[in-house]
């Protein structure tokens, strides 16, 4: 379902003479569906900037990127859009919605896009917000005044409205507690169960080895560089 081949990615500084930055080298794996594969390595190593090649937010130098057999590198913009709505959903550790827009609809906006109906939709949203405790009285409320931790449950609500085939995980249980940390857990036990193919970083040792079937340290992709 995600398939990398030969895939490297480098950065350009113009603001420093145009230097370029060998960021990844060579990076190929491939992720099955109902697996979970976690990306470990050290601060730095490229795990983050792998995962946003991935969905398609920055673009590789070379090789290829398949998720559900269409390479993203190759891919125009109206094609990767296309992949994020239908195939590839991606829980990052930011929250990021139209300011005034009531959290009951940021959840549902998934839904509504592959054509759900809006009551269906604002159905499946209830349940994911009251199953992560996200209080009723906040669903009116844009997710934009809440706190951290309320944000990144709405995040993640957000994420597992649409049975997305292939997923990104950017530190899913980051800073939850022990309650919201085990919802999260089986929504991806859940997600693995009916066929989702995975990504994720989880820093969160107890929660990779439950989840995760495999790890993959990118720092081995990691061009050695001058001191």
């Known amino acids: 379902m995600i398939d990398l081949s030969n895939?490297?990615?480098?950065?350009?500084?113009?603001n420093q003479g145009s230097?370029?930055?060998?960021?990844l080298n060579d990076v190929s794996l491939t992720v099955s569906p109902g697996e979970?594969?976690?990306?470990?390595?050290?601060?730095?190593?490229?795990?983050?900037t792998l995962m946003r090649m991935i969905y398609g937010n920055y673009r590789a130098q070379s090789g290829k990127i398949r998720v559900g057999g269409v390479d993203l590198v190759q891919s125009e913009p109206r094609e990767i859009i296309?992949?994020?709505?239908?195939?590839?959903?991606?829980?990052?550790?930011?929250?990021?919605?139209?300011?005034?827009?009531?959290?009951?609809?940021?959840?549902?906006?998934?839904?509504?896009a592959v054509g759900m109906g809006s009551d269906e939709a604002r159905t499946?949203?209830?349940?994911?917000?009251?199953?992560?405790?996200?209080?009723?009285?906040?669903?009116?409320?844009?997710?934009?005044?809440?706190?951290?931790?309320?944000?990144?449950?709405?995040?993640?609500?957000?994420?597992?409205?649409?049975?997305?085939?292939?997923?990104?995980?950017?530190?899913?249980t980051a800073s939850l507690d022990a309650a919201n940390r085990e919802v999260v857990l089986s929504l991806i036990e859940t997600a693995k169960a009916r066929g989702a193919a995975i990504i994720?970083?989880?820093h969160?040792?107890?929660?990779?080895?439950?989840?995760?079937?495999?790890?993959?340290?990118?720092?081995?992709f990691t061009p050695a560089r001058a001191a």
Not at 7 to 14: D, I, R
Not at 19 to 23: G, K, N, P, S, T
Not at 36 to 48: D, H, R
Not at 204 to 220: G, K, M, N, Q
């Open 7 to 14: 895939v490297s990615k480098t950065f350009t500084l113009h």
């Open 19 to 23: 230097a370029v930055i060998e960021v």
């Open 36 to 48: 979970c594969v976690a990306l470990t390595g050290a601060s730095g190593a490229g795990k983050s």
């Open 82 to 112: 296309q992949i994020r709505r239908e195939v590839l959903g991606y829980v990052s550790q930011f929250l990021r919605v139209v300011p005034r827009v009531p959290t009951l609809d940021v959840v549902a906006e998934p839904l509504r």
């Open 124 to 172: 499946r949203a209830k349940d994911l917000l009251a199953q992560l405790n996200i209080p009723e009285r906040l669903w009116s409320l844009s997710p934009t005044t809440f706190s951290g931790g309320e944000q990144q449950r709405v995040n993640i609500a957000r994420g597992f409205a649409h049975p997305y085939p292939a997923m990104l995980l950017d530190e899913p």
């Open 200 to 202: 994720g970083i989880f």
């Open 204 to 220: 969160d040792e107890a929660a990779r080895t439950r989840v995760c079937d495999s790890e993959i340290d990118v720092s081995r």
